[in-house]
């Protein structure tokens, strides 16, 4: 049984940084295309970034040269380095995984995605 379990959110200001990790179990990240989704209250799920089992990664045009993902296969964990937060980043953020192939314009497309995460809060203060 997959299990996707998110850490690392929490209260920053503006301009401050947060890491985020997914632990997973019952899944070989290096076997899996993996991402991270957000949402905010009265907003619809956005993709912010995605790694393919090639290691290229994609990113929303609003995280760009902000947000970094990466994971480490040996333990089995994503994450997400968040950098200049904006309170706009603020929403629960959820990290995703899928074993299927995707072309670059489909990685941050939540559809694609089997198995996630519960989600971790972050709240960006101005």
């Known amino acids: 049984q997959v299990q996707l379990v998110e850490s690392g959110g929490g209260s920053v200001q503006a301009g401050g940084s947060l890491r985020l990790s997914c632990a997973g179990f019952?899944?070989?990240?290096?076997?899996?295309?993996m991402a991270w989704f957000r949402q905010a209250p009265g907003k619809e799920r956005e993709g912010v970034a995605a790694?393919?089992?090639?290691?290229?990664?994609v990113y929303a045009d609003s995280v760009k040269g902000r947000f970094t993902i990466s994971q480490d296969n040996a333990k089995n964990t994503l994450y997400l380095q968040m950098n200049i937060l904006k309170p706009e980043d603020t929403a629960m953020y959820y990290c995703?995984?899928?074993?299927?192939?995707?072309?670059?314009?489909?990685?941050?497309?939540?559809?694609?995605?089997?198995?996630w995460g519960r989600g971790t809060q972050v709240t960006v203060s101005s």
């Open positions: 995703a995984a899928d074993f299927r192939y995707d072309s670059e314009a489909l990685l941050l497309h939540g559809h694609r995605y089997n198995y």
């Open positions: 019952g899944v070989t990240y290096s076997n899996y295309k």
């Open positions: 790694i393919t089992t090639g290691g290229r990664a």
